[in-house]
C-alpha cells in the first residue's frame, strides 16, 4: 500500500516544491497572483494524477461487446488528448477491442470514462454548451478562457452548443413517447396553478420571421399588494418553448405539464390572449381549467373600440375608457357589453368603420363571456394578467435569439431552445447529465452503420448555429487574368493602338456605362 501512494506523494511534494520555489522568486506577487500561480501548479499536478491513475485501466482489452455482449479482442493501442481545466491536456493511452462475433470496434476505456466525441472533457462540454446558452458564441469562448483556463475557439462553442441542443431535442421527443405510451402517475400539483402561453418572432436567415410559441407555469400564492390588499401572484416559474405549429407545441408540451403536476392541481387557471389554439392546449392537458381572458389584452379591445368612435387620444375617449375598465375589472361585464353596443358610431368621424369594430369587439367579448368576469376571478383569487409568459418571451426566446443582427437558421432555433428552457426552468441538473451518455450511444450507431455499410455515401454534416460573428461572407469570384495591353508607343513611335492614331469620331464619342 506504501509503494502505491509513493508516486503520489512524490508528485504532491514535488508539486509544492515548485510552488514555494516560485514564490520564492515572485516575492512581490499580490495574493491574486499567487493564488492564480498556485491554481496552475494544481492543474499540472491534477493531470499527472489522472495519468498515472488511468494509464493501466487504458491497457485493458478482456471486455464484452456493448452490442451482443459476445468477447472482445484487442488490436492495438491509441492516443487521445483531453482538456482539462487550466489548458492542461490529459493523454489518455486506450486499447481498442473488437468483438469476435459481430465485428464491433471500440474502446472500452472511453466508455469507462463516459468520454464524449471531441477534445473536450463531459464537464467543460457541458460547461461551454451552458455559457453559450446565455451568451453568443464569441463571448462564451472567453468567458470559458476567462474562467476555466481552457483555450477554445467560437467555432468549437457553437458545435458543442448546437450538438447539446440537438440532444436536448432528441431526449425531450423520447421523454413525450414514454409518456404517451406508460401514462405513469403524475405527481402531486400545488393547490392553485396558472397556465399562460403566448408567441414571439425571431429573425431567420435570408430575412424572414418566425413565431416561437412559449408557455409559462407557475404556482400561484398570495402576496401584498401595493395598498395593503392581498394579490395572487405566480411563483415557482417553469418554461416550454418551441418553434412548432400549434398541434405539435401542445403534443410537445407534456412533460412539463407532466413535471409540474398540472393533471393533479386542485385548480388550474389558463389566463391567455384570445387565440383559438390557446384554448385548444387546454382543452388537451387540462380541459376544466378556468379560462381567464388576460385583462391587459381585452383593455387594448376597448381601446380600439372607443378610439373608433371618439377619436384615439381625445379626453371623451379616455373618460369612457377608464369608465369601462372600472367596470370590466371590478363590476358586471355585461354592463361593459351593454356600453360597447351603445357606442354612438354614427357621430364618429367614420361611422362604418366606427361601427365594424365596434361590433367585431362585442362579438369577441361576447364569445368569450365566460373568460371576461374578472370580479369573480379576483374574489376567489385567480391571476387575471398573463405576464408571466410576456417575461417569458424576453427571458428565454428573444435575450439570446433577438440580439442585435443575429439570424439562425431554422433547424437550430429549437435546440437553442431546449437549452435555454432547461436553465430558466431549474431542470438543467436532470437533463445536462442525460446529454453525454445520448451522444456517445449516437456515436457508437453512427460507427455501426459506417462498419455495415462501408461504400455508403457519407451523410451532409449539419449545418452550424450562426450568428453574425460566424456567418462567412460569400467569396467574390476570381477575376480573370488580364491581358497584356498591347503597346502604344514602339522605338518613340506610337503605333496602331495610340489615341493619336483613332479617327476623331471615336475618340469624341461618350464610353458606355
Not at 372607443?306 to 375598465?325: K, M, R, S, V
Not at 371576461?372 to 385567480?382: D, L, M, P, V
Not at 436532470?430 to 459506417?450: K, L, Y
Amino acid at each position: 500500500m506504501a509503494n502505491a501512494d509513493e508516486p503520489q506523494t512524490s508528485g504532491a511534494d514535488d508539486t509544492q516544491e515548485a510552488f514555494h520555489q516560485w514564490c520564492k522568486e515572485h516575492p512581490k506577487a499580490t495574493l491574486a497572483e499567487i493564488g492564480q500561480a498556485l491554481e496552475e501548479h494544481l492543474h499540472r499536478f491534477r493531470r499527472r494524477l489522472l495519468e498515472d491513475e488511468l494509464g493501466p485501466r487504458g491497457s485493458g482489452g478482456n471486455v464484452a461487446c456493448p452490442a451482443c455482449a459476445g468477447p472482445c479482442e484487442a488490436r492495438g493501442q491509441r492516443a487521445r488528448q483531453v482538456l482539462l481545466p487550466g489548458d492542461e491536456s490529459l493523454r489518455l493511452v486506450r486499447t481498442y477491442v473488437v468483438c469476435r462475433n459481430c465485428g464491433t470496434g471500440h474502446f472500452p476505456l472511453d466508455e469507462l470514462l463516459e468520454l464524449t466525441p471531441g477534445s473536450l472533457s463531459p464537464r467543460l462540454q457541458e460547461t461551454v454548451a451552458r455559457l453559450s446558452t446565455s451568451l453568443p458564441f464569441g463571448q462564451a469562448a472567453r468567458e470559458v478562457t476567462w474562467l476555466l483556463g481552457v483555450t477554445i475557439s467560437e467555432r468549437l462553442a457553437c458545435r458543442v452548443t448546437e450538438q447539446a441542443g440537438a440532444t436536448s431535442v432528441a431526449l425531450h421527443a423520447a421523454a413525450v413517447e414514454r409518456l404517451e405510451q406508460a401514462q405513469p402517475t403524475p405527481p402531486a400539483g400545488p393547490a392553485l396553478q396558472q397556465v399562460s402561453a403566448d408567441g414571439a418572432m425571431v429573425p431567420l436567415r435570408h430575412g424572414q420571421w418566425a413565431e416561437v410559441k412559449t408557455m409559462a407555469i407557475g404556482t400561484v400564492v398570495s402576496a401584498p399588494g401595493l395598498a395593503g390588499q392581498t394579490v395572487p401572484r405566480a411563483t415557482d416559474l417553469s418554461y416550454f418553448s418551441r418553434m412548432a405549429d400549434h398541434e405539435t407545441f401542445s403534443r410537445l408540451a407534456l412533460p412539463e405539464f407532466h413535471r409540474r403536476g398540472t393533471e393533479t392541481a386542485h385548480v388550474v387557471v389558463g389566463v391567455m390572449d384570445g387565440s383559438d389554439w390557446l384554448q385548444a392546449l387546454l382543452d388537451l392537458h387540462r380541459p376544466d381549467a378556468v379560462r381567464v381572458l388576460d385583462f391587459p389584452h381585452a383593455v387594448e379591445h376597448l381601446a380600439a373600440a372607443a378610439q373608433a368612435t371618439f377619436d384615439q387620444g381625445t379626453p371623451t375617449t379616455q373618460a369612457w375608457l377608464n369608465e369601462q375598465i372600472g367596470v370590466l375589472r371590478d363590476g358586471d361585464p355585461d354592463l361593459v357589453l351593454s356600453a360597447l353596443n351603445a357606442l354612438p358610431t354614427q357621430a364618429a368621424a367614420d361611422p362604418r368603420q366606427a361601427q365594424a369594430v365596434r361590433d367585431k369587439t362585442l362579438a369577441y367579448f361576447t364569445k368569450r363571456r365566460e373568460q371576461i368576469a374578472y370580479a369573480t376571478f379576483q374574489a376567489k383569487g385567480y391571476p387575471i394578467g398573463s405576464g408571466i409568459v410576456e417575461s417569458a418571451n424576453k427571458l428565454v426566446v428573444e435575450a439570446r435569439l433577438k440580439g442585435s443582427g443575429m439570424h439562425w437558421a431554422e433547424q437550430h432555433v429549437n435546440p437553442m431552445l431546449s437549452l435555454r428552457t432547461s436553465v430558466y426552468s431549474d431542470s438543467w441538473s436532470a437533463m445536462g447529465p442525460q446529454i453525454a451518455p445520448t451522444q456517445r450511444a449516437a456515436a457508437r450507431a453512427r460507427s455501426e452503420r459506417r462498419r455495415r455499410a462501408p461504400h455508403q455515401a457519407p451523410q451532409p454534416l449539419a449545418e452550424p448555429l450562426t450568428e453574425p460573428a460566424l456567418v462567412a461572407s460569400p467569396r467574390p469570384p476570381r477575376p480573370a487574368p488580364r491581358q497584356p495591353a498591347a503597346p502604344k508607343m514602339v522605338n518613340g513611335r506610337p503605333t496602331a493602338n495610340h489615341p493619336w492614331k483613332r479617327p476623331l469620331i471615336n475618340r469624341l464619342r461618350p464610353s458606355a456605362c
